[in-house]
């Protein structure tokens, strides 16, 4: 299997959108769970969103209702819509998969994941 790549960062305004995309890779289409995650320095990662096998997502507090995790299980890709960015969701992106089953973790956003893709830069002006 391919490790996912992450892509689709960049700089823009605050108020702006970015869409990240995470494959093509199996990982997408056989795993448990799969996960977006940040990590600003100085600052604990952060999961901001998952998405589990049958398509169910969870988003963390600081992005409900502003971000969207979807999956093309067709093109094997996992993707983060952005919207309203704030300068404070400057940062490196990445997507993790994990293909054991862990009950409702991927829910809780509590999953310990085994495979990680290169991270991309997301910079937002303000």
């Known amino acids: 299997q391919v490790q996912p790549v992450a892509s689709g960062g960049g700089a823009v305004q605050s108020g702006g959108s970015l869409k990240l995309s995470c494959g093509p890779s199996?990982?997408?289409?056989?795993?448990?769970?799969m996960g977006w995650f940040r990590q600003a320095p100085g600052k604990e990662r952060e999961e901001v969103a998952s998405?589990?096998?049958?398509?169910?997502?969870s988003y963390a507090d600081s992005v409900k209702g502003r971000f969207t995790i979807s999956k093309d299980n067709a093109k094997n890709t996992l993707y983060l819509q952005m919207d309203s960015l704030k300068p404070e969701d400057s940062t490196m992106y990445y997507c993790a998969a994990e293909s054991i089953y862990r009950g409702p973790a991927c829910m809780s956003r509590r999953v310990d994941f085994t495979y990680w893709g290169q991270g991309t830069q997301v910079t937002v002006s303000s």
């Open positions: 199996e990982y997408v289409t056989s795993t448990y769970c």
């Open positions: 998405i589990d096998y049958a398509g169910r997502t």
